[in-house]
């Protein structure tokens, strides 16, 4: 379906990806994704996309599944820059 977020989404299949080697697929919501970008903007200084903001949030998920003492990684892969005019 139509979503904001650039570059992901059900229907994108990079041909990179080697589906040997993940275990989830985790649907993040365009709006949490925004106001993740949003957030990381405002409180870490960090001018990132909508897709980077998806990755925060499903890591944040991912970290709160696997409990205390565990490390999780992800990538903020794009730049906010052409988002600064975009509406919410």
């Known amino acids: 379906g ?3 977020i650039q570059g992901i989404g059900a229907s ?3 041909g990179i990806l080697n589906r040997e080697i993940y275990n989830d697929i985790i649907a993040i919501s365009d709006q949490d994704a925004i106001d993740m970008s949003r957030r990381l903007c405002a409180e870490e200084g960090l001018l990132v996309g ?3 903001g998806a990755n925060v949030v ?5 970290a709160k599944r696997l409990g205390e003492g565990k ?3 992800t990538v903020l892969c794009d730049t906010g820059e052409r988002y600064l ?3 919410a």
């Open 2 to 4: 139509v979503h904001a």
């Open 12 to 14: 994108f299949v990079p």
């Open 50 to 52: 909508i897709s980077s």
């Open 58 to 62: 499903a890591a944040i998920q991912v």
């Open 71 to 73: 490390r999780v990684v």
């Open 85 to 87: 005019q975009m509406e």
